[in-house]
């Protein structure tokens, strides 16, 4: 009788040769370097695999699909392969095992997740019963920066699917995610009138100082009950210490629980008004990422992949995250289970690790999700 296998060292030796693959966003032909590896991994397997050329200065998307059940909606498998870490930075966080830690750049955001993924599909293919629903894995390569470039592939598969899965990580202590925030980006332009401020600061008009005008507003809609966040980011500004500043620039961050926060908060902050004489304001931006709500169909989700964990051995919890992820582009329209991925600490950090001790009861997870979902 054939049975899958779920070895932690096995498992770890392949996340391995993901992780020290270096994969920033900004780096296409690394992330293309890693595609080729992943995309090697399912020639011997039952699955098509397309290759969707990278763009606007992003790597490629991978899509493999299984050979069964492509006539009905099945399960969508979400992955990235980038990373926020800085081409070299493995020199800084070499892979490496310290008793139950293993640590590299991306191990815990994401590599270590999509590598399960591939492998629970991987042991699914070798059993000789083909599962109720067809599987598709989608690697993308752009998450870490929006997924500017595979947000339409992703909504679109998305779309097609009955379920979909987020191999992003397991949040505090391996809880899962069954809901995150919206997140909205937003660019500040202000322009003012120069002038010398020592002799002539009153033929000025301050962009610096309306700029502070506006910090305030912003800060004001925070709101920690309703779970509404405005941070300011980013701030430039002037040229010299003696010339009234002509111009202004911020960068914002807005996340929102709800679309109806989105809904009320987005326009506030595009029709954002000098006070000022003399001093003009341009906003630019958008909701980048809906608020991903927990549905009904999301929450049979979760209490089905919650009775497979029990079987496994563990209690899964869930839980809701400020972060967002691909998922947030799938949960509007499809059930949407994240945080599948290992468990783990310090995400985009110079001490990102994944726990070993993760990736038996994780994978297993994933595999029996693939099993049983109909």
């Known amino acids: 009788m054939t049975t899958a296998s779920f070895d932690p060292k096995a498992i770890l030796d392949g996340i391995r040769r993901w992780v020290e693959i270096e994969t920033p966003t900004e780096a296409p032909r690394q992330v293309n370097k890693l595609a080729d590896l992943v995309a090697d991994g399912y020639r011997d397997l039952p699955a098509n695999m397309e290759r969707i050329a990278g763009r606007d200065g992003c790597g490629d998307h991978l899509v493999a699909r299984s050979s069964w059940g492509r006539d009905k909606p099945g399960i969508l498998v979400l ?36 590598y399960l993924a591939y492998h629970a ?33 992703i909504e679109a598969e998305g779309r097609k699917a009955k379920y979909v899965l987020v191999t992003e990580p397991a949040r505090d202590g391996g809880k899962i995610v069954t809901g995150r925030k919206g997140v909205a980006r937003f ?14 600061p009153g033929d000025g ?39 009234i500043p002509e111009e202004a620039y911020a960068a914002v961050d807005m996340r929102v629980p709800t679309l109806m926060d989105a ?24 909701l980048n990422r809906p608020p991903y709500e927990k549905s009904n169909a999301g929450a049979a989700l979760y209490e089905h992949a919650k009775t497979l964990a029990a079987e496994i051995g563990f209690d899964l919890v869930d839980t809701r995250s400020g972060g967002g992820s691909d998922g947030n582009f799938t949960a509007p329209y499809t059930a949407t289970l994240d945080g599948l991925g290992v ?32």
């Not at 910090?215 to 002037?238: F, Y």
């Open 187 to 200: 660019e500040i332009f202000i322009n003012g009138v120069p002038a010398h401020a020592g002799t002539r």
């Open 121 to 153: 599909f991987r042991q699914l293919c070798a059993m000789p019963a083909r599962t109720p629903l067809g599987v598709t894995q989608l690697y993308v390569s752009d998450e870490e920066i929006g997924s500017p470039t595979s947000r339409a592939l």
């Open 343 to 374: 468990d783990g600490q310090g995400a985009h950090t110079h001490y990102e690790q994944m726990y070993i001790s993760s990736i038996e009861p994780r994978a297993r997870l994933l595999y029996r999700l693939y099993q049983t979902l109909r």
């Open 205 to 243: 008009r301050s962009a610096i100082r309306e700029l502070g005008n506006i910090i305030q507003t912003l800060e004001a809609m925070n709101d920690p009950k309703r779970g509404v966040t405005v941070n300011v980011g980013v701030v430039r500004g002037g040229t010299k210490p003696n010339v």
């Open 263 to 286: 809904d009320e908060l987005v326009p506030k902050i595009l029709d954002l008004k000098s006070r000022t004489e003399g001093v003009s304001i341009r906003v630019g931006g958008e």
């Open 79 to 114: 992955s990235h392969l980038d990373t926020v870490h800085p081409l070299g930075f493995i020199e800084r966080l070499p892979f490496k095992v310290e008793g139950d830690s293993a640590f590299g750049p991306g191990i815990y955001d994401m590599k270590g997740g999509a």
